[in-house]
Each structure stands twice: as C-alpha cells, then as structure tokens.
C-alpha cells in the first residue's frame, strides 16, 4: 500500500485526487501554501504524479505540480487512514448514470461510508463534483447516523477540462453550507484560490452545476439542430453562422456544430431530467440532436457515396479538440456507426493512450477512401488528405456541408 510522503498532519485531503477534477484542485490548494494529500485507489496515476508528472492532460498542471512537490506542499497515498490526519476532506466522486440514463446518487454516500471509520469529529467535507439534487442532505444525514459531528459544505467544480489551472483562479466560486460555519470554513479554502466566492444553499448550488451544464448541453444541441436545417437545403451552415454574428453581440455566443458529449454535458442534463421526473422536453430534446449527430453525418455520407467496400478513417477519438480524455466521446458513436456500415474504419489520435486499437495518423491517410474528423485537434487543420475529408467542426476552414 501506498504511503503518503508527508510525516505530519495535512490541512487538506482529496478523495478521488489523481483525476481530472482532483489533481488540478489539489496542485492550486498546495500552490497556496495548503500542506494537500491526494487520496486514490489508483496506484499507477499517484506513482506519475509523486514522480512530477500528469497522467492526463491539463497544459500548465506539470511545472507546477514539480514545484508543489519538492516544497512538500503535495503527497499522495492509496491508504484512507490519511483522511483521519487532515482538517478537510474534499470528495471529487460524482454521480454516474447507468445504460438506462437513470442517475446513480448513492455513489458518493457509498465512498464516504466505506471510510467513515477514518473521519472525526470537527472536521469539514466538501462534495466538489456534480451531485444529485438532495445529496448534500443525504451525506449530512449519513454523518449524523454515524455519529459523526462534521460539517458539510457543496463547492461545485465549473472547470473546463484543458483549462484547469487557469479557470481555477479566474471562475467564480459557488460554495454552499447548511451553516454560517460550514459557509466560512469552505470560503477561506477557495478564498485562496480566487476572490469572487458566491454563497447559495446547498440545494440551490446543487441545480446551478446541473443548470450550468445543462444550459451548455442545449446551446450545443441548438446549433447542432440549425447545422443539419441548413445542411438538408445545401446550404453551409458555418457561412451563415459567421455571417449573422459578424458585428451583432446578441448573436455572438451561437457555437459551431460538432459532436457533443464528454463526461459532463449528456450526464448531468440526464440527472436533472431524473430529477424532475423525466418531464424535460427541452433536455430529452438536446440529447436527441447531439446523441444523433453521428448517425447523422454517416446518413449524409451515404447519400453521396456507397460505403459498403470502403475503408473510413476517424482522425480524433477524444471528446474534444487538444485533450487525452476519450470520456462519452461520440467518435466511439461514429466508430460503432460506421463498423457496420463501412468494410473497415481507422482510428487515430495524437493524444489519446487507452485506445489499443488507435493507428498512427499517417496509415489512417494511405488506406482510407475517406476521412472524417472526430475531435478537432489543431494539427489535422493542416493535415494533407487525397481523399474526401468531412469537417464539421470547420476545422479546415473549407466549409462544413456534407
């Protein structure tokens, strides 16, 4: 078992902080002078970080992460018995959804029980990931059952993935606390890392995670929507997204179109579906556009082409452009689409490791009879193809009309 490197008592533990929420969380806490131990069951991405390096992406994570470290400002440990040695636990564990889009909130209350033993009185939990809606007074409840008197406060986490260690000092905060104590206690923690700090209850901070994610679900879902609207009459949708926007403020926040997914979006909007009942038109509606853009593109494809006998090449198997995290993406989708569509498909990304099956970029170009970019990473702007290339990011600047 894995020990932590710091002999003395921590101000700060993070559960689940080797992952994409935890570990930027827990550089920019120890960056402040906070002594920060990452608690994780995953033995391999703590030996990356003790040794100074990220196991994902996060661009500006890494100087700072080794300056952290060798002021012994950071640890990390696979043993829980850390928790009982810091003043706040912080839990980055969120609320999945299973094959049938129902949320599954006892995740968190399941984590925090299996160390309950190693939690004390006085100390504070923060929950930072995407909860259920009612959470945070479910792991109250679970705590007071347990005898435990600990405060509880929700801070949810509002990071763009790739942009961590720059959105975690500009964002505003949202910290919640069912107590004027609870309230501050979270407030002098992320008072740390950014002055604009926004006080809500928790049941009000819990629907502005879900409304914030939600929100963006469907702003990407509409202009998906207006993508396939212009495309069906032959027109290119990105002209005429550029060109109303051009100089008209009111109009200037309508995204490209693209595929839509990732670990955040598509989850949450289906967790505040749960939440009201399942009676979300709008959600439902969103998820409908986005989770049928892939079908969609390879339905165009074969109005134009017979793919039976072809070889299709997918350049990015990430969620989005310049990132490692294959989480939800709908190249899978696309992938999935066209293996029984087409003879064969090619995949291929420069930043993605988990993905036996991915083939270097230039076999992908020599054995393809046509190329369809999945995640918009900036070098295939540039990428020299002899065979039709689909685009609907506008990557490559030719228009996005199938």
Known sequence: MMKDNLSNDSDVVIM???GHVGLPLGIALARSGLRTVLYDTNKESLATILSGKTPTMEPGAEPVLQEVLADGLLGGSTDAEVISRTATVIVVIGTPI?????????VVRRAIEEVAHHLRDGQLLVLRSTVFPGSTRLIEQLLEDCGLSIEVAFCPERIAEGKAMTEIYELPQIVAGRTDSALKRA?????????MIVPLSPEEAELAKLFTNTWRYIKFATANQLYMIANNYGLDYERIRQGLTEGYARAEDLPGAGFTAGPCLFKDTMQLAAFNDNNFTLGHAA???NEGLPLYVVSRIERKMELNGKTVGILGMAFKGESDDIRSSLSYKLKRILRYRSKA?????PFVTVDPELVPIEQVLAESDLIVIGAPHLEYAAVEARQPVIDIWN????GVQI
Not at 98 to 106: F, I, K, R, S
Not at 345 to 349: A, E
Not at 395 to 398: E, P, V
């Open 16 to 18: 689940g902080g080797a």
């Open 98 to 106: 299973d094959e049938h889009l129902n949320p599954d909130p006892w």
């Open 187 to 195: 407030s002098d923690i992320f008072g740390r890392l950014t002055d």
């Open 287 to 289: 998820m409908t556009v």
């Open 345 to 349: 498909v090619l995949t291929s990304d």
């Open 395 to 398: 990557l490559r600047r030719n």
